[in-house]
């Protein structure tokens, strides 16, 4: 893979078939140049292409406003409320804000992706090809792993935004937390199941550091609010 994008030099016959040394071919100076070169073209070219990125977080926009929306006509049914008697929020600011909002990340992860291997290869020179190419997967197998914690964890807070905003514009100002009741659940949040809470004022979730959130805004957060809707029985309990 790293060959076929340019960043290492192709191995020669010689040292493909075991030839003296090992058949280990060595990084020059201008192989590490090239590779910086060729590094700068991809990220450009990545750049560029920003709009399947943005086709991506538009369909995970939709699925999410669907799902929500779900989940809400759900709450209200056990309510014995409609979901057309309750006024439905204006969602195209919130959905653009995280939107835009996740094209820089992606932008940034890009970079820092780029920046690893430039670092690599930096900080390698005469070094044999194929360690500096496990020392590259390494780096860059972290990265993609922070990747994928990050799009979890933002795909946790567009849930927890859009519930919001749907029970606000139903007049819905307070909720009462749910946890997804696993053995993932942090002690804090666990502590918070089925307490009654104002959105005005979200609890605390983090007591060493006294930071307050409300579901979903946490870091990796699982958990959903259920809405207290005026005028109705309270809904707290086991």
């Known amino acids: 893979m790293l060959r076929a994008e340019g960043l290492l030099p192709a191995r020669t016959d010689a040292a493909a078939d075991g030839a003296a040394g090992g058949g280990a071919v060595v990084l020059t100076e201008a192989d590490t140049a090239r590779a910086r070169a060729r590094l700068a073209e991809l990220l450009r070219g990545f750049l ?16 999410v406003t669907s799902h ?3 989940a809400w006509k759900a709450q209200l049914k056990e309510l014995g409320v409609n979901i057309t008697d309750v006024r439905a929020p204006d969602l195209m600011h ?9 094209l820089a990340l992606i932008r940034t992860l890009a970079e820092e992706k780029v920046q690893r291997v430039r670092t690599v290869l930096e900080e390698s020179p005469g070094s044999r090809v194929e360690d500096l190419a496990e020392r590259i997967r390494a780096k860059t197998g972290t990265s993609r792993s922070h990747a994928e914690l990050l799009a979890r964890d933002q795909v946790l807070k567009l849930n927890g935004e859009i519930a ?3 029970h606000k514009a139903a007049g819905v100002t307070e909720y009462v937390w ?23 004022e979200p609890p605390v979730v983090d007591e060493k550091t006294g930071r307050r959130a409300h579901p979903g805004e946490d870091y990796q957060c699982r958990c ?12 707290t309990g086991p």
């Open 178 to 200: 749910r946890t997804s009741r696993d053995e993932r659940v942090r002690s804090r949040h666990k502590a918070l199941e089925g307490t009654r809470h104002a959105y005005s």
């Open 68 to 70: 929500t929306e779900a």
């Open 164 to 166: 919001q905003a749907r």
């Open 48 to 63: 560029l292409a920003m709009r399947a990125p943005l086709e991506v977080l538009r369909v995970v926009e939709a699925r």
């Open 224 to 235: 959903t609010a259920d809405p207290v809707l005026p005028g109705l029985e309270d809904i």
């Open 94 to 102: 919130l959905r653009a804000v995280w939107r835009h909002h996740n």
